[in-house]
């Protein structure tokens, strides 16, 4: 990433930029040369947040809870090692390790509490933010490590809680701001805390949505994410091989293609760079010569085919009762119910006694914890008759004017005729044409629709 005028930038770096000490150095490349990054969020180092979320479960064995916490402690100390061991640090660390040997006995113990998991899932980040920013102060900068918990403000829906934006304004630019312009600040991505001081985390990924919350409330003009990749592709390249990097997209085509499952980005970290204008930098911390991809409000050019993604592991919800024939209210109090159990719905079709709708049930909360419930089916059925249909993955085609361009829709589904689709969605969204398949059917349509719409 070049360098820029702005008066503030916030770096968010992955868990794969922090890995080890090898990739935190590269991580220090990037901030030292552009004295305009005053902020810095990390991720856990790669692989911690998976075994912490394995302990937060509590259903290992004994020996395999000393075996998750040995492997966890071996990626902190081996950045420790190469860090000399500063005394302080070394003593800050061990305190992290010993608390994470404590709350994971506890649930290990049987104790189902969202408050205790919450709090072990939180200190992956806590030792990686205490590390990099040790690596800053050896590399000749004044550099602070600042607990998000200071300023985060969430509620207490532990697992995937709901950030105060007015809260965490008023709390950043008092204990935060103050720092920024004396010290290169390294704070958490993915946890907060609510008003009683408990710790929460705002679900998995929610790294880069804590990075442009604070870029919001800082009014900084650009949010760089570092990761693992050099941009945002026209697919996964994983999945496609012919998927090329996109040099620019607008907010409502990146919105899309976060929301509908391109990794790179958290759904949730566009809004706010709108809300405030921010421009948003995806690149890689590897490779930062690279460049990466620029999104912003206004973009050069707006093709009727940009990109596509595709969300695995989804659920179909279908609901029928014959309440619902020429009755008012029944959506009302379908929806009512989603929303008490914090369900977030993607797609939605109706007729006139059944509604079929999606939901991304990949472990939204912190936990992983599946988002259908017993709780959640039982009290449907006081209202209508549910079918629960999963192994479904959602593609999305993005783009521009899809819903109003002749000839879109026959150019997609001529490509989908040797497959079987279960539910289409078109016309909410300018920028999205989608559809569910069979998550075996998956990556073959996927893949055909690349070399279709998107190959040269």
């Known amino acids: 990433m070049r360098q820029t005028d702005f008066s503030y930038t916030v770096?968010?770096?992955?868990?794969?930029?922090?890995?080890?000490?090898?990739?935190?150095?590269?991580?220090?490349?990037?901030?030292?040369?552009?004295?305009?990054?005053?902020?810095?969020?990390?991720?856990?180092?790669?692989?911690?947040?998976?075994?912490?979320?394995?302990?937060?479960?509590?259903q290992l064995t004994e020996a395999e809870r000393l075996d998750h916490l040995a492997q966890i402690a071996r990626i902190q100390y081996q950045i420790l090692d190469q860090l000399q061991r500063p005394a302080q640090l070394a003593a800050d660390i061990d305190d992290l390790l010993v608390q994470m040997d404590k709350l994971s006995k506890q649930r290990l113990g049987g104790l189902a509490n969202g408050a205790i998991s919450d709090a072990l899932l939180a200190l992956g980040e806590c030792c990686s933010s205490a590390l990099f920013a040790e690596l800053l102060r050896q590399r000749n900068e004044q550099s602070l490590c600042f607990d998000a918990r200071r300023v985060m403000r969430t509620d207490n829906h532990f697992g995937k809680a709901e950030p105060d934006l007015t809260a965490l304004k008023q709390l950043l630019e008092q204990h935060l701001q103050p720092l920024l312009q004396a010290n290169r600040v390294v704070t958490q991505g993915f946890i907060g805390a609510d008003s009683e001081g408990n710790t929460t985390?705002?679900?998995?990924?929610?790294s880069d949505f804590s990075a442009a919350l604070m870029a919001e409330a800082l009014q900084a003009e650009v949010l760089a994410?570092?990761?693992?990749?050099?941009?945002?592709?026209?697919c996964d390249p994983r999945l496609v091989t012919t998927a090329r990097p996109i040099p620019e997209l607008s907010f409502d085509e990146a919105a899309e293609m976060a929301t509908f499952g391109a990794k790179v980005l958290h759904p949730a970290t566009i809004l706010p760079a709108v809300r405030c204008g921010s421009a948003v930098f995806v690149g890689k911390s590897r490779a930062p010569e690279q460049g990466g991809t620029w999104i912003?409000?206004?973009?050069?050019?707006?093709?009727?085919?940009?990109?596509l993604s595709l969300r695995k592991q989804q659920t179909l919800l279908t609901v029928h009762s014959l309440n619902m024939l020429h009755a008012r209210g029944f959506l009302a109090e379908l929806f009512a119910i989603l929303a008490?159990?914090?369900?977030?719905?993607?797609?939605?079709?109706?007729?006139?006694?059944?509604?079929a709708l999606t939901i991304d049930d990949t472990g939204s909360s912190g936990s992983g914890a599946s988002l259908i419930t017993p709780e959640l089916k039982q009290e449907l059925a006081t209202m209508c008759r549910v079918e629960v249909t999963e192994q479904l993955a959602l593609v999305a085609v993005i783009g521009n004017q899809l819903a109003t361009t002749a000839g879109i829709a026959k150019q997609v589904f001529e490509v989908l005729e040797p497959f079987n689709v279960r539910m289409i969605c078109q016309g909410a969204s300018p920028h999205n044409l989608c559809f569910l398949v069979d998550a075996q059917e998956a990556e073959p349509v996927v893949q055909q629709l690349h070399r279709t719409l998107l190959d040269d």
């Open 296 to 307: 912003r409000k206004e973009v050069a050019t707006s093709p009727g085919f940009r990109a």
């Open 201 to 206: 985390t705002l679900g998995r990924g929610g």
């Open 11 to 58: 770096a968010k770096f992955g868990g794969t930029s922090v890995a080890d000490y090898q990739a935190m150095q590269r991580c220090a490349d990037i901030v030292l040369a552009d004295p305009a990054v005053r902020l810095v969020v990390v991720s856990a180092s790669s692989g911690v947040t998976n075994l912490l979320v394995e302990l937060a479960k509590g």
């Open 340 to 355: 008490k159990h914090r369900i977030s719905v993607d797609l939605i079709t109706t007729s006139e006694v059944s509604v």
């Open 225 to 234: 994410v570092w990761t693992d990749v050099d941009g945002i592709y026209s």
